[in-house]
């Protein structure tokens, strides 16, 4: 069985129950960086258990030995360094392969950033579309320009070393939409937590101001930014 774990994204106290126990009781945690893991295990008072490296250049002869253990009946989890397994990192591989191979799967839902700061940010999110980390070159241009038209909540991470450039070619790509509404939140649920709520008009000074440390998630609102409307839901 593949159990796929989410874990917390900065504070461990948002671990689940059911994580706690799934790490306990699996024989082996296949995950991105063995040092995170293994802290993870050292604070949770988890006895220390065999660690197996995943990430975007592991070799696809290590992916079928992976399998190969769940095919012969090994209890493997799956976690990333934060948060959960396949949101903009590399556990979808593994995933894919062990659902084309009818390995039996069972997934431990909890935390994840994008979610975090959609629920947070007061923003209409009925509807969005989430685009992982922007591409750094081909296709950013057209993706930041099709912005403009999108009636849906949009949601991507970003680095700290290209959040500054990031906020400042929006504000430039929306600079027609002046009240169009942006929430940025950092460090989500750390001790320095900021959930900071602006418009594309204040975006450069806010992008210039803030504290560049740490990790973001950036949110923009809908084109006609209709935060305020009842979002009717269906009746049950
Ligand atoms: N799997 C993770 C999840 O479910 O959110 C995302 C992994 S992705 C490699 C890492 C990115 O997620 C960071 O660069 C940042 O944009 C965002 N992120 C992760 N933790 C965060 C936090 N505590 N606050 C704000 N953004 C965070």
Redesign the pocket.
């Known amino acids: 069985m593949l159990f796929i774990v989410a874990t917390p ?2 504070n461990l106290g948002d671990i689940t129950l059911r994580a706690i126990e799934t790490l306990k009781k699996c024989g082996a945690i296949v995950c991105e960086d063995t040092r995170v893991t293994g802290n993870l295990l050292k604070q949770l008072t988890i006895e220390k258990k065999e660690l197996i490296s995943f990430h975007g250049h592991t070799t696809p002869e290590k992916v079928d030995a992976i399998i190969r253990r769940l095919e012969r009946g090994e209890n493997l989890a799956l976690v ?1 360094d ?3 397994p396949g ?3 590399p556990g979808f591989a593994l995933v894919s392969r062990a659902r084309a191979h009818k390995i039996p799967m069972e997934v431990i839902p909890g935390p ?3 979610l975090a700061a959609l629920s947070a940010s007061g923003l209409p999110i009925h509807t969005f579309v989430y685009f992982g980390f922007l591409p750094l070159k081909k296709g950013r241009k057209s993706l930041l320009a099709s912005f403009k038209d999108e009636e849906r909540t949009i949601v991507f ?3 700290v070393h290209r959040i500054e450039r990031s906020l400042l070619e929006i504000a430039e790509a929306l600079r027609e939409q002046p009240s169009r509404e942006i929430v940025i ?6 001790m320095h937590e900021e959930i900071i709520s602006t418009t594309v008009a204040d975006l450069p000074a806010v992008a210039q101001a803030m504290m560049k440390k740490g ?3 950036v949110i923009i609102g809908p084109k006609d930014g209709n935060a305020n409307d009842l979002v009717s839901m269906p009746e049950l």
């Not at 939140?185 to 750390?190: A, D, I, M, N, Q």
């Open positions: 994204i900065g990333s934060a948060g959960t949101i903009s990192d994840s950033a994008f991470y970003e680095s939140g950092r460090e989500l649920t750390k990790e973001f998630v």
